[in-house]
């Protein structure tokens, strides 16, 4: 399985991308999805997960509504559209896949998801957005 980003770029505050990655083979084997990122000098961090075969989706809680995770089967594609973009989300966005599913909790009438381990990586895309 090799995962291919693409779609990065620079922008302005309150632009807009949409980042793409082809999945190579054993897309079907593939349960979940995910993107992550990376900002200089801070840890990878979860940006949204989706499950292949339910298409249910996770959005951390940093991207308040203004990001969408998307698959499509048919063209072994996972995308991230990006909107209202900050100076904040500046970063390599990476494109994660694997092939066991997250698991969601729901405890007190909330939900909460944990990541599963996943396998494969791309090798990131760089999102820059200036002021």
């Known amino acids: 399985v090799q995962l291919s980003e693409s779609g990065g770029g620079l922008v302005q505050t309150g632009g807009s991308l949409r980042l793409s990655c082809s999945i190579s083979e054993g897309y079907f084997d593939i349960n979940s999805m995910g993107w992550y990122r990376q900002a200089p000098g801070k840890e990878r961090e979860l940006v949204a997960a989706i499950n292949r075969n339910r298409g249910t989706p996770h959005y951390a809680s940093l991207t308040g509504g203004r990001f969408l995770i998307a698959k499509d089967d048919a063209k072994n594609t996972l995308y991230l559209q990006l909107d209202s973009l900050e100076v904040e989300d500046t970063a390599v966005y990476f494109c994660?896949?694997?092939?066991?599913?997250?698991?969601?909790?729901?405890?007190?009438?909330?939900?909460?998801?944990?990541?599963?381990?996943?396998?494969?990586w791309g090798q990131g895309t760089q999102v820059t957005v200036s002021s």
């Open positions: 994660a896949a694997g092939r066991y599913e997250g698991a969601w909790d729901h405890i007190d009438g909330k939900t909460f998801y944990t990541p599963p381990d996943f396998d494969y």
